[in-house]
């Protein structure tokens, strides 16, 4: 059902992230990226920060594959020329990492500089690289939606990479993300918050003891529906499709990029609302962190 939208995040390519994902070794992502060849998944998020997955990438990937990746925190210099040497050198990394001429979106990690007295220039640079055809799509990756929008109110951004999830439901809040910029791709991600959704209560780690209360209600839901934590969190996804057009989702294996591919839709209609946390310590990466 999702396999047009499914975008192959990379982010435990060779090192651990998160709470519960474990790092993919280097003979398993091999398998991964073969697997996603025979089923047409075209779509890869990575970064330089993510050890070496932009070179793991290149060395397998053919040029149908499409990347984006994230360029690290921007260094500003006093004279413009500088600051976009700076910018192009590092695009420059990581098309030799990819073995690429270009790619299809290039996402600020830190895009809050768009909204600093420099913001402009920034904007201007990176459109350079997109009408040089360098870079399709310009894109910034958040977990703030005031930032968000605050960005587009002033600039014309091509991607938002945003976290939904069955716990974390701000996207269906935020209808008017699009009202400026109807082409805007929603990437949403984190869709199993990090693997923890597919965790049973008494797994949990220590810091997210306060939410059991949550996981215990999740998993009674799903038992009830007769639902895989997985399933249950692609059912929320379907339920709620219309909010964006890509999903981003790491892997360890290809039994379980083979169990995504293989859902099938819930004719069965689901509130799921009661299960959104209010409460922001939860949906940010630093408290998701180890």
Known sequence: MFQNQIVIGTANFNQNYGFSTAKVKYNQIKKILNFCKKNKLKYFDTSRSYQDSEKILGGIINNQTEIITKIPPIELHKQFSKTEEWIKNQLNISLKNLRKKNIYGLLLHKPDILLSNKGKYIYKILTTFKRKKIIKKIGVSVYDYNLLKKILLKYKIDIAQVPFNVFDQRLMLEKDLKKKNKNLEIHCRSIFLQGLLLKKT?????????????????????????????????????????????????????????????????????????????????????????
């Open 202 to 290: 008494e797994k949990l780690p220590v810091k997210l003891k306060k939410y059991k209360k949550k996981w215990y209600k999740w998993h009674k839901f799903l038992k009830e529906k007769k639902m895989k934590p997985l399933t249950g969190c692609l059912k929320f996804l379907e339920a709620n499709k219309k909010y964006f057009n890509k999903i981003v989702i790491g892997v360890e294996n290809t039994s379980q990029l083979r169990e995504i591919l293989n859902y099938r839709s819930k004719k069965v209609k689901i509130n799921f609302s009661n299960f959104h946390i209010k409460s922001k310590d939860i949906k940010k990466p630093k408290f998701l962190s180890k």
